[in-house]
Structure formats: C-alpha cells, structure tokens
C-alpha cells in the first residue's frame, strides 16, 4: 500500500495542527474548510446547522458551569445529532450532571461519555492527542476505496484513545478503523460510526 510522502505528510499534519491549536485566525480558515467540504458531508443541510447549534449550547452550558470548570477538562464532539464528551474529571458525578443536561439540548440524539476519571491532562499531552488526532487524518488518505472520502470522518483523541465518527458504509468504517490501529501512537479505537447502506 502506498503510503503519502513525507515532506507531504509533515506540511498537512502542520497544516492541520495550526488548525487545531491556533486562534481566531484558525477558526476562520476552519470555517472556510468546513463550507468546502459540505458538499462531501452526508449529513443534511438542515442537519449540518443543528449540529452547530447543539456545539454551541453544550459549549455555553459548559463554560457556565463552575464545578465542571473546577474539576474537569471536557472537550465536546457533535456529529449527526450525537454529542461526544472526552477529557478528563476529577470525578464521575460532575461530567454525569452535565451529560444529562447535554441529553436535554433539542434534537440530541445521544450522548457518549467517554471522559476519564482522573487527573486534568497536561499541556504536553493535550499536544500530544492534537499531533495523534493530525496523523490519523493523514492516514486516512490511505484508504483506497472506491468514492470514499476521508474529510466524512469526524477524528477526536483523548489520552491516546482515538474516537470516529462518521456516516460511512460497513465496508468504509472497517477500513478505516484497520488504517487507524495502526498510527503510531494509538492505544485504542472507538468506533462511534452510524452506517448507510451506500
């Protein structure tokens, strides 16, 4: 299998780390990415702005709440009506209360609490899961199957954990998840696909 070029892949991992790391400057050329890539998205229009809308008030209820902000570090996802929760907390009961109030934002579907019970994770390795997060989109560049398109899959790392979202074939999220296992750094995959029939 080929594999991207090196200098190729460096130039796209930095591209997509200033992306993920930078500031206002990134969220514009984010926002410019994202409106390229809406016609590759499978997701309706009309679902592409709730999912928006649902980031957002998960985003405004978390900033506001001040034991979550005490004693946890909790990244939100939100992908086809579902919202992913990853991070860290000192305890379980804080990001549960917080869950179920995500569960009562309009239109969620589903809500994936994938937060890690301990210690908030270091500068370093909020890094290190930003570089995994970028390898991992390269790597899917990899995956040679017919129409597939590797902007569909939404990637998030946390500790090393890598989560997919996504609406792909079976035959798409099993490829995608065998590229995936083995990017260096990875300690496990979660699968959070739904999947269509084409």
């Known amino acids: 299998m080929t594999k991207p070029n090196t200098l190729a892949t460096r130039a796209i991992i930095a591209g997509l780390l200033a992306l993920m790391l930078g500031g206002c400057g990134a969220v514009v050329i984010g926002g410019a990415v994202a409106t390229a890539n809406v016609a590759h998205d499978r997701r309706t229009a009309g679902t592409l702005v709730e999912d928006q809308k649902i980031l957002l008030e998960a985003i405004s209820m978390r900033d506001a709440d ?3 902000k005490k004693h ?8 086809n009506l579902q ?3 990853t991070g860290q907390a000192e305890n379980f009961e804080v990001v549960e209360a917080f869950r179920q109030r995500v569960a009562g934002i309009q239109r969620v579907r589903a809500v994936f609490n994938e937060v890690a019970v301990g210690a908030e994770s270091t500068w370093s390795e909020a890094t290190a899961d930003a570089y ?3 390898r991992v989109k390269v790597a899917l560049f990899s995956v040679k199957i017919d129409g597939f398109d590797p902007t569909r899959v939404t990637v ?33 995959v ?9």
Do not use: C
């Not at 946890?72 to 992908?79: E, H, L, T």
């Open 66 to 68: 001040e034991a979550l």
């Open 72 to 79: 946890a570090n909790v990244g939100i996802d939100v992908f």
């Open 83 to 85: 919202v992913l929760l």
């Open 132 to 134: 995994l997060t970028a």
């Open 156 to 188: 998030t790392s946390s500790q090393g954990s890598v989560y997919l979202m996504g609406l792909l074939t079976p035959t798409e999220a099993d490829a995608v998840t065998e590229e995936v296992r083995f990017v260096s750094g990875v300690k496990r």
């Open 190 to 198: 979660v699968k959070l696909f739904e999947y269509i029939d084409h």
